[in-house]
């Protein structure tokens, strides 16, 4: 038995895996109404979505790097360049720069973006930006001013006063426009702005919102995208953003463009001004030295009443000029790199050492250009790095070497330089000696005159310098030039109106359909013909659709579909019993799984309908356990209970004729017995079969249902066909493997199986001029005279009503 079942389930499983396509869509087309008004408010939700959703747009702006490895723009300084030397500049690291955490910062609370106004509309609040009613100045912050986050709100009663609401709503206070307001910001003035002609922020109440900055910061720096348009071959670079509103994302992308080469300005200006600070020191001391010398000259002439050199010591003053001016340049070099010598002892790595002062032909000029060019790339990637990035500590080492090769290498030229001194002054020795007959007025008078020749050198040579310092400050030139302003788009990026009326329009066909998934998934009763027929092989031998009446009996004129479903039930019985002798009646059996089947209601309108074909008919009630036929018709208590517990009861003598019918008895089941299946088990029932089958053409018993009690198949043997009532939206569909089983076991003789109480509102229909169609799309059709058609739904629904009414 077990194994039998096992068989059957697998059977069950193998027949779920061979749906058919065709009629799973013809039980969602069943419901395409509901399809239809699913997808209609789906799509006015998407609709009313896309009225009130907030669009965003994106805005961009493109500017061109100078890149000397990507084809960057030639310099305007070029005429400059032996005094600025080349501007390089990588455009991957501008990438990481323009997206830096600090140049957004910067760019925040250039615009006050922490600070943000919104207006309330009908459906939605929106924010407002430079079409605001109102402005909030905010005169004297509190220290934390921007770590907070909070909102009041300005509600304007008249247009000289307004009234202030915290947080909560609450009001705070009255206070007229442009008045000072102490609160826990700091002071604040509200003032009312003069909003452009067209404008529509002609809201009453405005609400302020303070944003923590680190949050607005990270906001805008997710936002931010920089790309190049050709990471191989271009230094153009695209900067985007994304925001609601246009404006703030224009305000933003410009600012942020601007803060970007006003730091590289600064960056390129720190070299100039440390020169400059240095220049400006030592022509101060110049000055006053040689003030000092030239004042000594005329004391002396005055003194001595000097006026002209003698002609006679013309050849030798002569050379003596020439090695004066070989020693003030000597002693002026000497200067400088003493000088220069103690300003690199005393510097830091992060300091700019002054590159245009000590002689070009020494190597520590490209020492120093290169030293300074490290202090400044350090720097900006100190910035934006911390002490412990790698290449921090690489710079910091690389301008530790760097500081000791100047320093060594000033140190040698003031070696050179001081043994060139040397020889110099060993010339010296020698002129001063040809010169000795000289008056000691003209030799005094030539170490004034030297003195002043150097200091006035070195004067002259710093003036230079520093004229050619203010050149490189007033001609620096931005780090990017600007192609295109920053714009925004006219189409919004978010929301995509396509793409949300296709999930709309998804959604809408969705729903339905998920439901009507999950509840056939969930659903494990039995509910139509193909239920039955893909889970058993018991011959299927028609559907009865749902009654009006529980206990109707079929009559004559009937013409109801439950009616005609049983003549077409009728007629295939009679291909089935074909085989049954004449003389004997056909004896039909009629059992189910469990009670409220519907059992009963097919053996009375069964037996009625052959009886109305002009045939003797008997029905008997067999169900002696729990006997029902009395429910249908006015029996008496006597019936085949008496007859098998009787020793003197005459079977003839039990049975009932029915009024309105010619030919139809009926044999009730009668008392119900303490021992129905030991009276089951006398062979007076097959005496009683014996004797009825000789007096009628049709014998219908109503039976006790196989899964409670034995009774059924105790006599089964009598029968020449059994009917299986399986009831619809009643019986589990695990249940068919009982029938199956007898069916399999032939426990019961020539079985077929019928299906009771469909559900007519699914496309059933039986009778002339109803029609029908089944259900999910799995039509049939035999009978007499039956026109097939499916019934419209607005039909049925007109139908229920009228019932209901």
């Not at 559900?759 to 059933?764: F, L, P, V």
Request: aromatic letters at 8%; proline letters at 3%.
């Amino acid at each position: 038995m077990e194994n039998n079942i096992k068989s059957i389930d697998q059977n069950e499983e193998g027949s779920d895996r061979q749906i058919n396509l065709k009629d799973q869509i013809a039980k969602y087309i069943f419901h395409w109404k509901w399809f239809v008004l699913s997808t209609i408010v789906c799509l006015f939700g998407t609709y009313f979505y896309l009225r009130y959703a907030t669009p965003e747009y994106k805005m961009e702006a493109t500017i061109l790097i100078k890149d000397d490895k990507k084809g960057g723009i030639s310099s305007e300084l070029s005429a400059f360049s032996d005094l600025l030397g080349p501007v390089k500049s990588n455009v991957d690291n501008e990438i990481e720069v323009l997206k830096s955490r600090r140049l957004v910062r910067n760019a925040v609370l250039e615009l006050s973006l922490q600070v943000s106004y919104y207006t309330e509309g009908r459906l939605k609040t929106s924010r407002t930006y430079k079409n605001t009613p109102i402005n909030v100045s905010f005169i004297e912050k509190v220290a934390d001013f921007n770590e907070i986050d909070t909102s009041f709100t300005v509600h304007l009663i008249s247009n000289a006063k307004y009234e202030l609401l915290n947080s909560k709503l609450q009001k705070t206070g009255t206070y007229y426009l442009g008045e000072t307001v102490k609160s826990k910001l700091g002071s604040l003035v509200v003032t009312k702005n003069i909003l452009e002609p067209g404008s529509t922020a002609s809201a009453k109440s405005v609400t302020v919102k303070l944003t923590n900055i680190e949050s607005v910061v990270n906001t805008y720096q997710n936002r931010l995208a920089v790309e190049p348009v050709n990471k191989l071959t271009s230094s153009v670079l695209t900067i985007s953003i994304v925001d609601p509103i246009k404006e703030v994302g224009i305000d933003f992308l410009n600012t942020l463009i601007k803060k970007y080469n006003d730091d590289a300005i600064a960056d390129k200006n720190q070299v100039a001004e440390k020169t400059e600070t240095f220049i400006n020191e030592r022509l101060k001391s110049i000055t006053g030295e040689l003030d000092t010398v030239e004042n000594g000259l005329v004391t002396f002439k005055r003194n001595n009443r000097l006026t002209d050199i003698t002609s006679e010591a013309g050849l030798f003053l002569q050379t003596a000029s020439e090695y004066e001016k070989n020693m003030a340049t000597i002693r002026t070099e000497l200067d400088v790199v003493e000088s220069m010598i103690a300003y690199v002892s005393k510097s830091t790595i992060k300091d700019i050492i002054p590159t245009n002062i000590i002689p070009e032909q020494s190597d520590a000029v490209g020492l120093i250009a290169t030293y300074n060019e490290l202090v400044t790339r350090n720097t900006r990637i100190e910035q934006s790095g911390t002490d412990e990035n790698l290449a921090v500590v690489n710079n910091r080492r690389q301008l530790t070497d760097l500081r000791s090769s100047i320093i060594k290498s000033l140190a040698n030229l003031k070696a050179s330089l001081l043994i060139k001194k040397k020889e110099f002054l060993d010339q010296g020795r020698m002129i001063d000696g040809r010169i000795s007959a000289i008056p000691g007025q003209q030799k005094e008078l030539t170490v004034i005159t030297r003195n002043m020749e150097i200091k006035q050198t070195i004067y002259l040579y710093l003036l230079q310098k520093r004229e050619e310092n203010a050149i490189t400050l007033a001609v620096t030139a931005p780090n990017s030039k600007i192609i295109d302003q920053g714009y925004a788009n006219p189409i919004p990026v978010s929301p995509k109106r396509q793409i949300i009326y296709l999930v709309g329009l998804i959604l809408g066909l969705l729903i339905p359909f998920s439901i009507i998934y999950l509840r056939d998934l969930l659903d494990n009763k039995i509910n139509n013909r193909y239920d039955v027929e893909s889970r058993v092989t018991i011959p299927f031998i028609g559907d009865v659709p749902k009654s009006e009446t529980h206990d109707e009996l079929i009559k004559m004129n009937s013409r109801s579909s439950s009616a005609e479903a049983m003549r077409i039930v009728r007629t295939n019985l009679d291909f089935i019993l074909n085989q049954v002798p004449e003389g004997q009646a056909k004896t039909i059996f009629m059992t189910s799984t469990f009670p409220k089947e519907g059992k009963t209601f097919i053996s009375v309108n069964l037996a009625g309908t052959f009886a109305l074909s002009g045939k003797k008919v008997l029905l008997v009630g067999l169900d002696i356990r729990n006997p029902k036929l009395d429910e249908y018709m006015n029996l008496p208590n006597r019936g085949v209970t008496t007859y098998l517990s009787s020793k003197t009861a005459n079977i003839n003598d039990l049975i009932v004729k029915l009024d309105d019918y010619e030919d139809f008895y009926v044999l009730p089941a009668g008392i119900v017995p303490p021992n129905p299946a030991e009276l089951l088990l006398n062979n007076k029932v097959d005496i009683m079969f014996e004797t009825l089958k000789k007096q009628f053409d049709y014998i219908i018993v109503d039976t006790a249902p196989v899964s409670l009690v034995t009774d059924t198949l105790l006599i089964a043997k009598h029968a020449d066909s059994f009917i299986y009532v399986v009831r619809a939206n009643f019986l589990d569909k695990r249940m068919l493997r009982i029938p199956q089983t007898l069916y399999e076991q032939k426990k019961l003789p020539n079985m077929s199986i019928l299906l009771n109480d469909t559900d007519t509102t699914k496309g059933y229909g039986y009778g002339y001029g109803y029609g029908y169609g089944y259900g999910y799309g799995y039509g049939y059709g035999y009978g007499y005279g039956v026109e097939v058609k499916k019934v419209p739904w607005y039909e049925n629904f007109i139908n229920k009503f009228k019932k209901k009414s």
